[in-house]
C-alpha cells in the first residue's frame, strides 16, 4: 500500500526554520499533485501548499505566502516544505498528501487521496 512518510519537524523559536521532507514508497510523484496540509489541536485540518507536478504550478494559502516554499524532487520522491520566519500560529501537525491525478487546483484535503502520518511543529514565542 501506499506509504507516505514525513520529517523534519520539530521545536522551534519564533523567527526560526524548519524543512519538512515527505518521502514515498509504492507511490510515484511523477504526474501527481503533492500538497501539505496542517492541524493545530481542535481547528480543522488547512491547506498550506500544493505543487503541480511540474512544479512550476504552486498555491499557498495566505497566512504562510512569503515564509514558505513548497519544492518536489520527482526523481527521488520526495517533496519539501521549507518554513522560514515561523510563528506560533503555525504550531500544528503537518501532513504531506498526494493526489492519484496531476490537477493541482485546490487546497480541499478530501481531494487528496494519500496521506502521511504527520510531523509535528511547535514553535515557541
Known amino acids: 500500500q501506499v506509504q507516505l512518510v514525513e520529517s523534519g519537524g520539530g521545536s522551534v523559536q519564533a523567527g526560526g526554520s524548519l524543512r519538512l521532507s515527505c518521502a514515498a514508497s509504492?507511490?510515484?510523484?511523477?504526474?501527481?499533485?503533492l500538497g501539505w496540509f496542517r492541524q493545530a489541536p481542535g481547528k480543522e485540518r488547512e491547506g498550506v501548499a500544493n505543487?503541480?507536478?511540474?512544479?512550476?504550478?504552486?498555491i499557498y494559502t495566505d497566512s504562510v505566502k512569503g515564509r514558505f516554499t513548497i519544492s518536489r524532487d520527482n526523481a527521488n520522491n520526495t517533496v519539501y516544505l521549507q518554513m522560514n520566519s515561523l510563528k506560533s500560529e503555525d504550531t500544528a501537525t503537518y501532513f504531506c498528501?498526494?493526489?492519484?491525478?496531476?490537477?493541482?487546483?485546490?487546497?480541499?484535503?478530501?481531494?487528496?487521496?494519500?496521506w502521511g502520518q504527520g510531523t509535528q511543529v511547535t514553535v515557541s514565542s
Open positions: 498528501a498526494g493526489r492519484s491525478s496531476f490537477w493541482c487546483g485546490s487546497l480541499r484535503s478530501r481531494e487528496y487521496d494519500y
Open positions: 509504492r507511490y510515484s510523484f511523477s504526474g501527481k499533485c
Open positions: 505543487i503541480a507536478p511540474g512544479g512550476s504550478g504552486i
